[in-house]
């Protein structure tokens, strides 16, 4: 329903009601056209406000209404009369106004906007379209290209973009109802006549042709990649297991051991799969809060996806000797091989002999862990993404000697948990944070050059990315980083000049280092790449000390700083990514693009509508890719990663055939080995 009474003396004020979101079931709808009629026809009322309840103002359609019978006033004509009125009509917007909550904003004459609101047309999320007028006044309000890309997206952006797109007329801090009935009162009797969105004529533009390429290219890239996530689960390993003919064994009891934030993410993944889980944790403080968390999450994801989660489905241990009679355990303990070894030692003595060994390592070796057990072949990497039960990525990792069958299990385990598993080889960092080494590498070069984290950020995230680098990294936290530079021996901020910056003779940046050295870690210290309002704050602001401190960085070194622009951004963090990435698939690391670009849209953030980082690559062009890789690599020689690969060359000196057609290339090479 909605709420109807006059504010200030001359001011209809509408408040839509419909816990949670007021979404527009019929009889919110009824009751708009009723309100709005009202304030219509009463005198003494000279302008109009429409707002929700509860801080939201609309979550767009009813969805609990679908695939019911349609009821209640349709909503075009209802926007259409709302735009048609005599009287100035103001969106007061908090919350969200998404779909048809902002398809009628978008017939109200003025939007003002509370700063944390968003907004968006989401219907293609849906499978729907934008109907309610959206595509129609979106486009008239701020031009073809920016309605396009939100409506083809269905992104929610912030009120700063809307207000920068010209979505809304004023952004506020304050009460947006106060704010909103104030500036009703303000435009009462002014002409509304060029306030009519619908009237707008839409900007003409010269490159529309070009402008729908683009469209087409990301409908090409959504098409691919619905295929891609289905090739994954077609797996093979170089040695010639396949999906097809490898048996996954049955896994109805699991273990994990670590209760740290993965493990206890890995305990929910697997209860949520309907296994029964022993959880274990050596440490008696952690395996209390883990006690407590664990339910807590299992009841959240419950609520959330409707389901009942058995409370006894997990039982908790001190000691690793609980896991004796389970099919298949997670090591999840902390990041350090000494420790790991350990682990794997005591599991291959507890365990059943056919009990599967995880590791849920992000870039350790999993032969080597492999090589403490009594039988290696029952050993693979599980790699997990943050938050464990939550991100979609799982990547298996074979070994050396891993069997068909630990394959096909851990496969099929990943899916039954709601994964998508892609398997791949051993090697440092396996495919995902390898290729990302490379992207987080190029991004300091450019903080380095003259470059700010501000800059590459928005080029980033205007490519699509949710995050810049520089603010995903503030939200993992920069010590992670930090600790697998130690341990590798490179991260030492005693070495002094040219010396500072090289690492076995090639370009390295310590600039990750220094800040962990001031305590800078991130968002869990308040400071990081950005600050922060407190430690655990989420909300990134530029850091004059940041600037500072880069730019006494460079005058240490003898650094110029130049100005850099979003196109050396992008194909420098973009293409050594990519590079990377067929230096894999040239090692046999990842059977196919597909399998990488898997891996960036699902655990990496990569915009799904660029199809991941080697169809990107396809799309960009081969010969490119490599053009510009050996133009920055002629300007920064001692960065051998910027070097195009052996794959890379082969394909453009095979006509660059479609992505499609690579594995061709790639078999073709490897039988003549
Ligand atoms: C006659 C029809 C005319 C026009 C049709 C127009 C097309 C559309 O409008 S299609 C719908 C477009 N809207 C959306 O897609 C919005 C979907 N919702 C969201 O994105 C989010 O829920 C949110 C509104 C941004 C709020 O997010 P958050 O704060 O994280 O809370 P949630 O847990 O996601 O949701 C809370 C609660 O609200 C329920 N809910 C959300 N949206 C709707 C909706 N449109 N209709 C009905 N219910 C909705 C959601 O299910 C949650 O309910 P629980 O009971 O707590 O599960």
Same mark, same amino acid.
């Given at each position: 329903m909605a709420q109807y009474r006059r504010v200030s003396g001359s001011v209809g004020l509408i408040t839509l009601q419909n816990p949670? /979101?007021?979404?527009?079931s019929a009889s919110v709808r009824q009751g708009i056209v009723d309100s709005v009629k009202r304030a219509l026809g009463d #005198?003494? /009322?000279?302008s109009v406000v429409i707002c929700g309840q509860n801080g939201v103002f609309c979550g767009g359609?009813?969805?609990?209404?679908?695939?019911r019978q349609m009821s209640g006033p349709p909503l075009v004509p209802m926007i259409h009369d709302i735009e048609a009125a005599n009287k100035p009509v103001v969106a007061a917007i908090e919350g969200s106004a998404l779909g048809g909550g902002l398809e009628l904003a978008l017939g109200c004459h003025y939007r003002i906007s509370h700063s944390k609101a968003k907004l968006g047309l989401p219907e293609v999320t849906l499978g729907?379209?934008?109907? =309610?007028g959206g595509t129609q006044r979106l486009p008239r309000l701020i031009g073809v290209p920016a309605a396009l890309n939100l409506i083809t997206t269905g992104r929610h952006v912030t009120a700063a973009e809307a207000l920068q797109l010209g979505i809304l007329d004023h952004v506020t801090e304050h009460n947006t109802v106060d704010v909103a009935v104030k500036f009703a009162l303000s435009v !009462? %009797?002014?002409?509304l006549d060029g306030r009519r969105i619908s009237s707008f004529s839409c =900007? @003409?533009?010269?490159d529309l042709d070009s402008l729908f390429e683009e469209a087409m290219l990301k409908a090409r890239a959504l098409q691919y990649f619905f295929f891609a996530q289905r090739a994954v689960g077609r797996w093979s390993t170089p040695?010639?297991?396949r999906w097809d003919t490898s048996q996954p064994r049955p896994v109805r009891k699991a273990a994990v051991i670590g209760l740290g934030t993965m493990g206890r993410g890995i305990t929910v993944a697997l209860a949520q799969a309907g296994l029964s889980v022993v959880a274990v944790e050596t440490h008696a403080k952690q395996l209390m809060e883990a006690k407590k968390a664990v339910p807590s999450m299992l009841k959240r994801g419950a609520v959330r996806g409707g389901t009942t989660i058995e409370p006894d489905s997990i039982t908790y241990s001190?000691? &690793? #000797?609980? &896991?004796?009679? &389970?099919d298949l355990v997670i090591e999840a303990v902390f990041e350090d091989m000494a420790l790991k070894e350990k682990v794997f030692q005591q599991l291959s003595i507890v365990c059943k002999p056919d009990t599967l060994l995880c590791t849920n390592t992000s870039s350790l070796d999993v032969d080597h862990l492999a090589s403490q057990?009594?039988? @290696?072949?029952l050993v693979v990497g599980m790699h997990f993404f943050a938050p464990a039960h939550v991100m979609k990525l799982l990547e298996v990792v074979y070994g050396r000697r891993s069997s068909p069958a630990a394959v096909a299990t851990a496969m099929q385990l990943g899916k039954k948990m709601g994964k998508v598993s892609v398997a791949v080889g051993n090697c440092? +960092?396996?495919?995902g944070n390898r290729m990302l080494k490379r992207y987080l590498e190029q991004a300091f070069f450019l903080l380095e050059e003259g470059a700010t984290p501000e800059l590459v950020d928005r080029a980033l995230e205007e490519f699509g990315?949710?995050? %810049?680098v520089f603010r995903m990294s503030d939200l993992s936290g920069l010590d992670v980083g930090w600790r697998v530079r130690k341990a590798d021996g490179l991260?030492? !901020?005693s070495l002094t000049g040219t010396s500072a910056r090289v690492r076995q003779g090639c370009r390295y940046s310590p600039l990750g280092d220094l800040l962990c050295e001031h305590g800078r870690f991130g968002q869990k210290t308040g400071r990081g790449w950005y600050q922060y309002d407190?430690?655990?704050?989420r909300v990134a602001k530029s850091d004059p000390w940041l600037h500072n401190f880069l730019d006494e960085y460079r005058a240490r070194h003898g650094l110029v700083p130049r100005c850099i622009d979003q196109q050396e951004v992008l194909e420098r963090c973009l293409f050594v990514l990519i590079n990377e990435g067929f230096q894999i698939l040239e090692e046999g690391i =990842?059977?196919?693009p597909e399998d990488i670009d898997a891996i960036y849209v699902f +655990?990496?953030?990569? @915009?799904r509508h660029r199809g991941g980082p080697m169809f990107y690559a396809d799309m960009v062009g081969l010969e490119r890719v490599v053009e510009r890789l050996e133009r920055y690599h002629q300007a920064?020689?001692?960065? @051998?990663?910027?070097q195009p690969s052996g794959l890379l060359r082969r394909l453009v000196a095979n006509g660059s055939p479609p992505i499609h057609k690579w594995r061709n290339v790639i078999k073709n090479r490897n039988s003549q080995l």
């Open positions: 949670p /979101v007021n979404a527009l #005198q003494k /009322v000279k359609a009813d969805i609990r209404e679908f695939g729907l379209l934008p109907a =309610a !009462t %009797g002014e002409s =900007a @003409p533009l010269s040695s010639g297991a001190e000691t &690793v #000797q609980a &896991v004796a009679d &389970v057990t009594r039988h @290696p072949e440092r +960092g396996f495919a990315f949710p995050m %810049g991260a030492d !901020t407190k430690p655990g704050g =990842a059977a196919g +655990g990496y953030g990569w @915009p920064h020689p001692n960065v @051998p990663y910027l």
